[in-house]
């Protein structure tokens, strides 16, 4: 039995950019990005970066999955944050995935998503059990590029493997061509950029429809069967022209979602294809095309199965997440485009002791606490002591994951003494639902929003704080409002 998609999911940041305020901001410049401006694109907060997205869309994939049968977890991305340091490894710590499985990063061309996807079904199919591929972006770029204007940030997750699969995989194939449509060498922040037509002409039109065409040979599929066409091009009309040059119908070329997200890099072909499979009915065969240094093609068909997965925050529940924003010095500031005075209580050491993140990685990277066996009582920090006065057990605490739970704010205080790269810094007490409670740092909290003791709570994983002067992050947990529709 062949591998395919047992599970997707997705994650695109609350915060979306107006495309007219970077506009506002840069066409004195450049005129010519007036031609951009419509709609918005997705910004990332200033805790978030290719790996928490990862974290979110995977434990939005895994969802009512048991982790326990994941034997290898895939990343792809190009804008990782460690260059040494395995990011994909960060991932599964943070998803308490068992220490036995294989982790991999998967980088440098803009088809890593797609080329990852080849390489988690291949590794399924040889070795058997079920492979998580997660991939997540948040591209730089400089000011008044139209770069700019058309990335967004954002996260999809599959799970494949053998058994009850919503989506069979009725094959890919891989072109592998050194076309150089832009690059980012070594040590630069930035990518280069060629000129938009001959990236169309000789890279999206030519390159594109032979891999297209080989698929669907191999495959002994028509065009016309396509129901659903994913090329994440930010430019317009190519997915369309290539459809009409292959034969596939114009009603299957899906929305690039270029209008209320930009293209999330890596990660943009594989959230099409989620947000394809969130809209998909039972027997629907979806292309999705990645493109960086030649193509992969992989033509899939949604099973029976599809209807019975639970339902998934996905693209389509995180885009309607949304909370606009039309400053863009706060994006600017997010993305160390500036260089902003943070003020004297900014100038502290947040040198990491590595021994001790070590020591602590489950508390710290998992949010693992306590349960006593005694009593039931939850606590974090697990600890030798049940903090239930009523039991003070020794030793009887096992091992218990808060990161999934809910909860509700107890207490809050928006701290404008302290540094915050957006403050003010808002923490406070969360009780959760299942017993249990953290004094914690809040995110995603709208700027001058009511916030009322009792506010529904869930954990998301970010950035705790940046080691500006060793190139280090932390990560930690932190807690979210939950929005209506959550």
């Not at 095309?289 to 998934?312: C, S, Y």
């Not at 740092?441 to 916030?451: H, I, Q, R």
Request: glycine share 10%; with cysteine.
């Amino acid at each position: 039995m062949a591998a395919g998609i047992l599970s997707f999911g997705g994650y695109v940041p609350r915060i979306r950019l107006s495309r007219q305020s970077i506009v506002d901001a840069n066409s004195w410049f450049n005129p010519a990005l007036k031609g951009l401006a419509k709609g918005e694109r997705s910004m990332a907060n200033w805790d978030e970066d290719s790996v928490t997205m990862a974290v979110e869309a995977a434990r939005d994939c895994l969802s009512g999955v048991d982790r326990a049968g994941v034997t290898a977890l895939y990343m792809a991305s190009t804008s990782y944050p460690f260059q040494d340091r395995q990011n994909s490894g960060i991932l599964a710590e943070a998803l308490r995935l068992d220490r036995g499985i294989q982790t991999m990063d998967i980088a440098a061309s803009q088809r890593a998503g797609t080329s990852g996807l080849i390489a988690a079904l291949q590794a399924s199919s040889g070795a058997g059990g079920q492979v998580l591929l997660a991939s997540g972006e948040k591209r730089r770029t400089k000011a008044a590029n139209p770069l700019e204007l058309t990335t967004g940030d954002g996260a999809a997750a599959l799970l494949v493997g053998e058994g009850d699969v919503v989506a069979t995989v009725l094959g890919y194939h891989t072109e592998t061509v050194d076309f150089v449509d832009h690059y980012r060498g070594q040590d630069n922040a930035y990518d280069y950029v060629w000129e938009e037509r001959w990236i169309r002409d000789e890279g999206y039109l030519k390159i594109v429809p032979e891999a297209v065409q080989k698929i669907l040979e191999k495959a002994g599929v028509a065009a016309d069967e396509i129901d659903q066409f994913c090329f994440p091009a930010a430019a317009r009309r190519v997915a369309g022209m290539i459809g009409k040059r292959l034969g596939i119908s114009e009603g299957a070329v899906r929305d690039n979602l270029q209008a209320n997200m930009g293209e999330a890099g890596v990660a943009h072909p594989l959230v099409m294809l989620v947000n394809a499979m969130e809209e998909a009915v039972p027997g629907q065969k979806i292309l999705v095309v990645g493109f960086g240094q030649g193509a992969d093609a992989i033509l899939v068909e949604t099973t029976d199965a599809l209807a019975k997965l639970p339902k998934r925050t996905g693209i389509t529940g995180h885009l309607a997440r949304r909370r606009e924003e039309t400053n863009y010095n706060k994006f600017l500031s997010f993305n160390e485009l500036i260089n902003s005075e943070h003020g004297l209580r900014a100038e502290v050491d947040r040198q990491s002791g590595m021994s001790t993140l070590y020591r602590n990685k489950d508390m710290i990277l998992g949010l693992v606490g306590g349960k006593c066996t005694k009593c039931g009582t939850l606590q974090y920090p697990k600890t030798a002591v049940c903090v239930n006065p009523n039991c003070e057990a020794f030793h009887t605490q096992e091992d218990h994951s808060f990161a999934e739970m809910t909860g509700k704010m107890n207490s809050y205080t928006a701290d404008s003494l302290t540094y915050s790269a957006d403050p003010p810094a808002y923490y406070g007490m969360v009780q959760f639902d299942e017993g249990g409670r953290m004094m914690i740092d809040f995110t995603d909290v709208t700027p001058g929003a009511e916030l009322d003791v009792g506010l529904p709570m869930r954990m998301m994983f970010r950035v705790k704080d940046y080691d500006g002067k060793r190139g280090f992050r932390r990560y930690f947990w932190k807690a979210a409002p939950i929005q209506a529709g959550d």
